[in-house]
Structures are given as C-alpha cells and as structure tokens.
C-alpha cells in the first residue's frame, strides 16, 4: 500500500509530491496521469509568466503564494540552469477611468510587499519609449517567464531519482481509494468530479474557460517588456495582453471564452456530450442571471475569435507595431475555473477540501504556476500532515 495517491501529474501534484519526499524521503509515492506524459493541460499550457502579486488583496492565499512562488521559482530556475526571461511588466491605463483600479493595485502591492513602482507618462517613456498609457503606468520589476514544460520535466525527473512513482495513461478510478493511505486529488479540470465521489465539492463545479494566444512572428522586437491593461478587478481574468516568452518571442493574449465541455481545444475534440449538456445548462443560466458580468464577458470574449479586433486590444497598449506580424495561433489552454453553484459566484482564490483519507485541490486557477511551491508546502501543512 502508497502512503500516498495523487491524481494529476500538473504543477501542484508534482509540487505536492516535491514537498512530501523533503519533508519524509522515505515516503511511498505514487502518481497518476490520464495523459502520457506531464503537461498536456493547464499545467504545460500555461503563459509561462511567474507573477509578482500586486493584483491579489492582502488577505488572500494568492497573495501570499504569488509573492513566495515568484521567489521560489526564480531561485529554482537558477539553481538548476532552468531558462528565465526577468522581462518585469508594465500595467497601463486606457483613460481616467482605470486609473483608480490602478492605484488599487498599487496599493496592493505595497501591502503585500511587492516591489512595485507608479510611474507617470514622461518617465515610462524615457524606460519604454512605445509604451502608451494615460498619465500613469504600474512598473512590476519581478515579473518574469519561464518555460513551463521545462519546469516540469525537471520536477518530474527530481521525483524519479527520489523514487517517486509516477504512472502515465492511468486515469483514477474508485476501487484505487483502498491502493493508499492517502488519496491527494490535483485532477485539474476534473477535481470536482474525483471530489464528488469522497463527498466533497458539493457547492462547487469547474467551469472551463478558453485562452488562446496569437505569436508575432516578424523579427522586429517592438517591446522588450510584458504590457498588461488594467483588469476588472470583479472577476480573475486579467485582458488580452503581450507577454514576452522565454524565448524573446511576443505573443498576445490569452482569451477567457466559456468553453462548451471540460477539454474543448479544439474542433469536436474530446466532446463528451454529458459535459457538454451539464455545462452549456450552468453557462445559459449564468447568462440569464448576468451572474459577475457573465453576459457582457461572454459577448466580449467571443468577438475575439476576430482576429483583428483581438489585434486591436493589444494594439492599443503600444504607439507603433505592425499588425500583419501576429499571424500565429498558439495551442490553446482551459482555465479550470471554480463556480459556487449556490450563488453562482466565481471563485477567486485558492480552495482546498479534505479530511483523513482524501484532500481535494479544487481551485488552483491563475497565478496557481506561480504560487505552486508555497502552495504545495500549505497544503502538506495544512490537510496532509496536519489530519
């Protein structure tokens, strides 16, 4: 018998497993994964930005491990010659109205003890000169990209050699409960489902949501830092915005479509109609009831299919680009997005489920990359070692 079973071989359940060898080396592990390999989901999907914190207030978990988890990734990376891109980020305002939301996040930042900096007009054009805001602009020093895929085939490889036990095209199944003494579901865009037969997630159901990025492929570099807008602060999407990869490369994005069925990348790929029929319910309802704006996003997210509309967002960040240079489509990624299905409210922070014999990892949405070691280490704290 597995001191412990985790389902899902993304970031958090390889972190999880990280966390529980340092702490007990002698622990019997094992991991299971649907897919062949790591990374077929949000995990290996991911925009590769290591996030600094300032979005998050003060009192969240997000806050706290975004803040960690940028530091703890850093160091990683650079202990074990991983790539890093420090491309830090600029946050811009379209008019008078943004600015209050921006020095929020300010404001946030300082309280979460963000190395953050309001810098004015003038200044951001003297630092980056095609930068466009109005009047003021949030300067985040820390933020960097990584390459996710990287990331976790180093995990991966560090849990092998502490003999870990990690099983690909294995999907969890119910007579697996009895296989450990503890069951740990990271199952992603199916937590809920694993959750539900221990009894747990009874108020909660993932909602996917589509983000798809578009490349710039000419070899001008226009920008040399990420541009993000001013966010609605009511729900976790943060617009479309230019992220400088790893690799130097330029894309925008993601979008926040809704998605039809829990793995709706692409065409008719992976439908399951009984997810299909479960979602589009929950989606029409959230339509009817303009639950947290749902209406106006989902108009708003489903003109960005146009790809010169989508263009135009991120066009607006800049004074000069070329437009014809976005001509790339990247892979598109799911968000696992909790819903409380009472109040029909999005969930917007960390939740986590759990007693003796099982612990659910239900909401690990964006920035959950960033935010995963220190996440890992709450968890084991919290619901693995302290049941």
């Known amino acids: 018998m597995y001191d412990y079973l985790i389902i899902g071989a993304g970031i958090i359940g390889l972190s999880i497993a990280r966390e529980l060898k340092q702490i007990d080396s002698d622990a019997n592990i094992l991991i299971i994964e649907k897919e062949p390999d790591i990374g077929y989901h949000s995990s290996g999907r991911n925009s590769g930005v290591l996030h600094a914190g300032f979005y998050y207030t003060s009192s969240s978990l997000k806050a706290k491990f ?39 996040l300010y404001e946030r930042g300082i309280k979460n003890g963000v190395e953050v900096e309001l810098i004015d007009k003038s200044e951001l054009s003297k630092r980056f000169k095609n930068i466009k805001t ?43 409960k009895n296989d450990a003494k503890m069951v740990i579901n990271c199952a992603g865009l199916y937590a809920d489902k694993v959750a539900k037969e221990f009894g ?33 602060l ?20 993601p979008t926040a479509i809704p998605a039809f069925w829990r793995e709706n990348y692409q065409g008719l790929n992976n439908f399951k109609l009984n997810e299909f029929l479960d979602i589009i319910f929950t989606e029409a309802k959230l339509f009817l009831l303009n639950s947290f704006g749902f209406r106006n996003l989902a108009f708003s997210e489903m003109k ?84």
């Open 66 to 104: 975004t803040k960690e988890g940028n530091k703890a990734l850093t160091i990683y990376c650079e202990e074990n010659n991983l790539k890093i891109n420090k491309a830090q980020k600029i946050v811009v305002a379209k008019d008078e109205s943004e600015l209050e939301t921006l020095k929020e």
């Open 134 to 176: 109005y009047k003021l602009a949030l300067y985040s020093p820390t933020t960097s990209t990584v390459n996710p895929k990287e990331i976790l085939s180093h995990i991966k490889e560090e849990l092998l050699k502490n003999k870990v036990e990690i099983r690909f095209n294995t999907s969890y199944s119910n007579d697996m």
């Open 200 to 232: 747990f997630s009874k108020d909660y159901k993932i909602l996917p949501f589509k983000g798809i990025y578009l490349k710039y492929t000419k070899p001008d570099h226009f920008i040399n830092t990420n541009i993000y807008p001013v966010p609605n």
């Open 234 to 253: 009511k729900n976790p999407f943060l617009g479309v915005h230019y992220t400088i990869t790893v690799d130097n490369e330029i894309k925008i994005g």
């Open 304 to 387: 960005k299919y146009n790809k010169n509309y989508f263009v135009s967002l991120a066009k607006s960040m800049v004074y000069k680009v070329d437009k014809d240079g976005f001509n790339k489509w990247s892979k598109p990624g799911i968000r696992a997005q909790l819903i409380n299905t009472k109040t029909n409210e999005l969930l917007q922070d960390f939740v986590v489920e759990g007693d003796a014999k099982s612990v659910h990892v239900l909401n690990a949405v964006s920035p959950a990359f960033t935010s995963s070691f220190p996440f890992a280490k709450w968890v084991v704290e919290n619901y693995i070692l302290g049941k």
